[in-house]
């Protein structure tokens, strides 16, 4: 039902936009590219345009590399260091150029995966300009759009592509590993990905050089790190789970060395949420009242994060953090969900109870 609303959005900005712009993780296009919009697009006939953020965790070879392969036309930008911006602009202009023709306004819309960098790279394209972002007589209220150039705008709040295959999610790390009942399924998958977009990675990682198949890549991963049952027998499962808490954290990337330090963390926590009831949703102060000592126990630079489905919520734990937002924003990323309500404790290091919807 929620993926069905979460497309009804996506549909309505393609309508809206006269271009589209697919925002894909750079670290990680195949996954991130979604088929089934560039498919709606190609349907509306629509012009689209692909932009790999977060180019700096790349390398430049890679880039160019997907760049040559690519059917659709490709930008490599890292919004967060401001670089590639400009060509952006420029490869938004040319496409515009063949519409203006027949009209004279045209509105750009990002779509893409939850984390991707869309918002950062719209605040990027806003630039420093007062001119920002300026209510349209007529426009939907609440929306907005913000200028590129005269006739070029671009719309204010992005389309959210929903994860609706739950190995993706997982893959994404929308779901904690740990939590998985059958996590093989999803390892294998993770493998395929990485098989098909750089297995070097595993080459680097755990010195695997036979690629065979996906299982057997998995069972050699289990030997190599001991993850070994009674019998002798590699325990696959569990092998599994610590491939996928691996990538999840972040410790085990694309690209060894070019690692996104400051999204690593560790999932913690389940004492408190085994612990939660119904009475405690109502509010995250009660959840702090009952386990505060619990929680601030665990508070220093450690990022700790906890996320729990109760009676229709779910209820997030993040610790470790300069400010409540940082936590606040990493549970929203990893849930692609909103806090609803938050309450946030601790002095130097901090901590953060969120309800999400
Ligand atoms: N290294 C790097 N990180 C980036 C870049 N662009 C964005 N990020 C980071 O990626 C994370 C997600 O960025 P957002 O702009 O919030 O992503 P979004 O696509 O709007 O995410 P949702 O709001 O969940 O849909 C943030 O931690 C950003 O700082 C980039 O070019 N390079």
């Keep these: 039902m929620k993926q069905r609303k979460a497309w009804r959005v996506v549909r309505e900005v393609i309508d809206e936009a006269?271009?589209?712009?697919?925002?894909?993780?750079?670290?990680d296009p195949i996954g991130t590219r979604n088929r089934k919009l560039e498919r709606l697009v190609k349907e509306e006939g629509k012009p689209l345009l692909i932009v790999m953020n977060k180019a700096d965790l790349v390398p430049k070879e890679w880039a160019e590399?997907?760049?040559?392969?690519?059917?659709?036309?490709?930008?490599?930008?890292?919004?967060?260091?401001r670089k590639g911006t400009g060509i952006l602009r420029r490869e938004i202009k040319k496409l515009a150029k063949g519409l203006l023709d027949y009209q004279d306004k045209v509105k750009v819309a990002l779509i893409g995966y939850p984390n991707v960098g869309k918002s950062t790279i719209i605040n990027t394209l806003k630039g420093k300009k007062a001119v920002g972002t300026a209510p349209i007589p007529g426009y939907t209220k609440g929306k907005q759009l913000i200028r590129l150039s005269k006739k070029i705008w671009l719309l204010d709040s992005p389309g959210v592509v929903p994860i609706d295959d739950f190995d993706e999610l997982v893959i994404k790390g929308g779901f904690p590993a740990d939590k998985i009942e059958e996590p093989v399924k999803p390892a294998l998958k993770l493998i395929g990905r990485i098989l098909e977009t750089r297995k070097e990675a595993l080459t680097e990682k755990f010195g695997i050089e036979d690629f065979s198949s996906e299982e057997d890549i998995l069972r050699e991963i289990g030997k190599r790190k001991g993850i070994i049952r009674?019998?002798?027998?590699?325990?696959?499962?569990?092998?599994?789970?610590?491939?996928?808490?691996?990538?999840?954290?972040?410790?085990?990337?694309?690209?060894?060395?070019?690692?996104?330090?400051?999204?690593?963390?560790?999932?913690?926590?389940?004492?408190?949420?085994?612990?939660?009831?119904?009475?405690?949703?109502?509010?995250?102060?009660?959840?702090?009242?009952k386990y505060g000592e619990e929680l601030r126990e665990k508070l220093d630079n450690t990022k700790r994060v906890g996320i729990r489905e109760i009676e229709g919520f779910t209820v997030g734990i993040a610790t470790g953090f300069k400010k409540c937002d940082g936590g606040i924003k990493l549970l929203e990323k990893l849930t692609g969900k909103h806090a609803l309500a938050s309450e946030c404790f601790g002095k130097k290091w901090k901590g953060v109870v969120v309800i999400m919807e």
């Design 65 to 81: 590399e997907y760049k040559r392969k690519s059917e659709i036309p490709v930008v490599f930008i890292s919004a967060r260091e």
């Design 230 to 289: 009674k019998g002798g027998e590699v325990d696959l499962e569990e092998t599994a789970r610590w491939l996928l808490r691996e990538w999840q954290t972040g410790r085990f990337t694309l690209f060894g060395k070019e690692e996104e330090k400051g999204q690593e963390f560790v999932w913690d926590f389940e004492d408190v949420l085994d612990g939660i009831e119904k009475d405690l949703l109502l509010d995250p102060r009660r959840i702090l009242w």
């Design 18 to 27: 006269d271009i589209i712009v697919e925002v894909v993780d750079a670290r």
